[in-house]
Structures are given as structure tokens and as C-alpha cells.
T-cell receptor, first 113, second 114 residues
Framework: DVKVTQSSRYLVKRTGEKVFLECVQD?????MFWYRQDPGLGLRLIYF???????EKGDIPEGYSVSREKKERFSLILESASTNQTSMYLC????????????FGNGTRLTVT | DQQVKQNSPSLSVQEGRISILNCDYT??????FLWYKKYPAEGPTFLIS?????DKNEDGRFTVFLNKSAKHLSLHIVPSQPGDSAVYFC?????????????FGEGTQLTVNP
């Protein structure tokens, strides 16, 4: 069974702090994704990666960056956290195959004060 | 530009009845659709999918219908059970991309009352 693990369930950070959200998957999946979920907006794609050291911008990349140094790990970085980045962050992974379902972690609830 | 839209934020049904969740899309390039279910404090889990070459796909109590001319799909749950109470998202991958990047709708909160 695929396991996607996000390092923190809850985080509280101050405005201007640099924030790291970590995600690890154990199924050797090529693709990894970061989404954020907000009420009334659904899931919106921030960044994704098809391979180690590869990254692509999603629909809302502003204020975020990512790092994929190893295949199993995909990190989301908030360079200078702002209150509008308070959200539920969801990491996912999938096989390279077209239309392969995404497997999600349990999410990190980030609050920026 | 919301290419996948779920217009009903919530739906409440009685146990044993049918639940119908709706989804509309604007991008005619979409040729594959997925439904995910999300419980509180958990990540979304894949539920069922349909290719545009079909108009119906069934898996146990769950059936997805696709109407390409109307750019509309629906998820039917029969019979509904209290454990089905969750947020349901429809999603689609743009055909021109590789891998499985998905565009999601806003979600519909389904509540099944005992």
C-alpha cells in the first residue's frame, strides 16, 4: 500500500518566517505534487515534480518554492510566510503513467499569524 | 479560470437513498475524469474514474456518468451509507500534459443521515 507521509500535521508560524513542509513517499513514484486546500476553492496545485531535481509550476506558485533532491522526498518552502498562506497543504505522489491516480498524504494544517 | 466546477457545496441525504453529486467542466480537451473522497484530517483517496470513450462506469455502490455534449459528469451512490459522509472532489488531467497532474473542483460535502 502506498504511503505518503507529511512530517507535520499542524504548524503555527509567524509572518515573515521561512517554512519547510516535508513529504516522503515509499512507493518509488516518479511524480510528486503539492496542493493547498481552501474552503470553496477545492484543491489547487502549487508545484509538481516529474523527477529528481525537476520541478514545474502549478496554478498558484507565487510565494512558494520546492526542492526534490531525492526521488522519495519533495519539500515545499515558503520563503517568507504570509497570513494568506494559512491553509491545508496536501502532498501527493503517483506513477509516471498517464491518468495514474494520485496518492495523498494526510495534510499539514499551517497557520501563519 | 475554474475549469472543473462543482456548484453544490453541500448535499444531505437519508441513509439508503441515492446521493447524486454533480460536476461540470469547461475544457473540451479533458478526456479522463476522477472522483476523490476526503474525510476530515485525512488526505483525499481515489474513488472511481471514467474515460471519455465511455458514458458510464460502475464500481459497487458507486457509478459515474459522463455527458460529453453537456460537459457534465455525476457520481451516484446507491444506497448511501453514513460512512459515505465526506467531501467529494471531481478532477481531470489536461490531455496535453504527461503524468497525472490534476485540476480539481471545489468539492461537495455529502452528509448521509442515519
Amino acid at each position: 500500500d502506498v504511503k505518503v507521509t507529511q512530517s507535520s500535521r499542524y504548524l503555527v508560524k509567524r509572518t515573515g518566517e521561512k517554512v519547510f513542509l516535508e513529504c516522503v513517499q515509499d512507493m518509488d513514484h516518479e511524480n510528486m505534487f503539492w496542493y493547498r486546500q481552501d474552503p470553496g476553492l477545492g484543491l489547487r496545485l502549487i508545484y509538481f515534480s516529474y523527477d529528481v531535481k525537476m520541478k514545474e509550476k502549478g496554478d498558484i506558485p507565487e510565494g512558494y518554492s520546492v526542492s526534490r533532491e531525492k526521488k522519495e522526498r519533495f519539500s515545499l518552502i515558503l520563503e517568507s510566510a504570509s497570513t494568506n498562506q494559512t491553509s491545508m497543504y496536501l502532498c501527493a505522489s503517483s506513477l509516471w503513467i498517464q491518468n495514474s491516480p494520485l496518492h495523498f498524504g494526510n495534510g499539514t494544517r499551517l497557520t501563519v499569524t | 479560470d475554474q475549469q472543473v466546477k462543482q456548484n453544490s457545496p453541500s448535499l444531505s441525504v437519508q441513509e439508503g437513498r441515492i446521493s447524486i453529486l454533480n460536476c461540470d467542466y469547461t475544457n473540451s480537451m479533458f478526456d479522463y475524469f476522477l472522483w476523490y473522497k476526503k474525510y476530515p484530517a485525512e488526505g483525499p483517496t481515489f474513488l472511481i474514474s471514467i474515460s471519455s470513450i465511455k458514458d458510464k462506469n460502475e464500481d459497487g455502490r458507486f457509478t459515474v456518468f459522463l455527458n460529453k455534449s453537456a460537459k457534465h459528469l455525476s457520481l451516484h451512490i446507491v444506497p448511501s451509507q453514513p460512512g459515505d459522509s465526506a467531501v467529494y472532489f471531481c478532477a481531470a488531467p489536461p490531455r496535453e500534459t504527461s503524468g497525472s497532474r490534476l485540476t480539481f473542483g471545489e468539492g461537495t460535502q455529502l452528509t448521509v443521515n442515519p
